[in-house]
Nanobody
Framework: QVQLVESGGGLVQTGGSLRLSCAASGRTFSSHAMGWFRQAPGKERDVVATISWHGLSTYYVDSVKGRFTISRDSAKNAVYLQMDSLKPEDTALYYC??????????????????????WGRGTQVTVSS
């Protein structure tokens, strides 16, 4: 059974840091691009960052540029999201997802969610002011 499991969320003060992890199991994701998404209460789920299958291409939504860093460890079948200088508006449920694609991270970021083949259940990030 293929699974993506997120971890690392929690409650942090403004300006703090968290590192989210997404562990993949059930298959290798070496041919998959990966993405982090988030959904705040009452809002739609949006892409936050993506990384290409080989890890050489990354994309960030403008609101997190310079603060968040996406990375992957293919040997561990894992993807990470380092979040620094957190703000209250970063509060959301964070999901990781995979898509079998050799496209750039920028191209992956605009793919509809229906094209992503696996999703995790999410990890909650709450930033207090």
């Amino acid at each position: 059974q293929v699974q993506l499991v997120e971890s690392g969320g929690g409650l942090v003060q403004t300006g703090g840091s968290l590192r989210l992890s997404c562990a993949a199991s059930g298959r290798t994701f070496s041919s998959h691009a990966m993405g982090w998404f988030r959904q705040a209460p009452g809002k739609e789920r949006d892409v936050v960052a993506t990384i290409s299958w080989h890890g050489l291409s990354t994309y960030y939504v403008d609101s997190v540029k310079g603060r968040f860093t996406i990375s992957r460890d293919s040997a561990k079948n894992a993807v990470y999201l380092q979040m620094d200088s957190l703000k209250p508006e970063d509060t959301a449920l964070y999901y990781c997802a995979s898509v079998r694609s050799f496209s750039t991270a920028q191209a992956i970021a605009v793919m509809p969610e229906s094209q992503y083949d696996y999703w995790g259940r999410g990890t909650q990030v709450t930033v207090s002011s």
